[in-house]
């Protein structure tokens, strides 16, 4: 059973940097896109950044473009989110999410299943 777990969330200043990881469980990641989405308080959950299953596809929020990067590590069943020049906005809980169609979830950013713990990211001024 596919497991997905969040984590390297955390309180930096603005123009600061993380880097998020997403550890998979019970399935070979080398199958499925992968997508980080986040939602803040008050707001509904939205896409982030998502890569094909392959590596060699990437799709980004609009907001995000140029300040963050998505990369993955299939050999170990994980895929990164490097956060770069964090603004306030960027402030949210960061969920990642896998499927098996990369149009769905790096097209339509439409994710299927239970969603895991995320983790916080704040970002103050």
């Known amino acids: 059973q596919l497991q997905l777990a969040e984590s390297g969330g955390g309180s930096v200043q603005s123009g600061g940097s993380l880097r998020l990881s997403c550890a998979a469980t019970g399935i070979n990641l080398d199958d499925y896109a992968v997508g980080w989405f986040r939602q803040a308080p008050g707001k509904e959950r939205s896409g982030v950044a998502c890569i094909h299953s392959s590596g060699r596809g990437t799709n980004y929020a609009d907001s995000v473009k140029g300040r963050f990067t998505i990369s993955r590590d299939n050999a170990n069943n994980t895929v990164f989110l490097e956060m770069n020049s964090l603004k306030p906005e960027d402030t949210a809980v960061y969920y990642c999410?896998?499927?098996?169609?990369?149009?769905?979830?790096?097209?339509?950013?439409?994710?299927?299943?239970?969603w895991g713990q995320g983790t916080q990211v704040t970002v103050s001024s």
């Open positions: 999410a896998a499927s098996t169609s990369q149009y769905r979830l790096c097209v339509l950013w439409a994710a299927a299943g239970s």
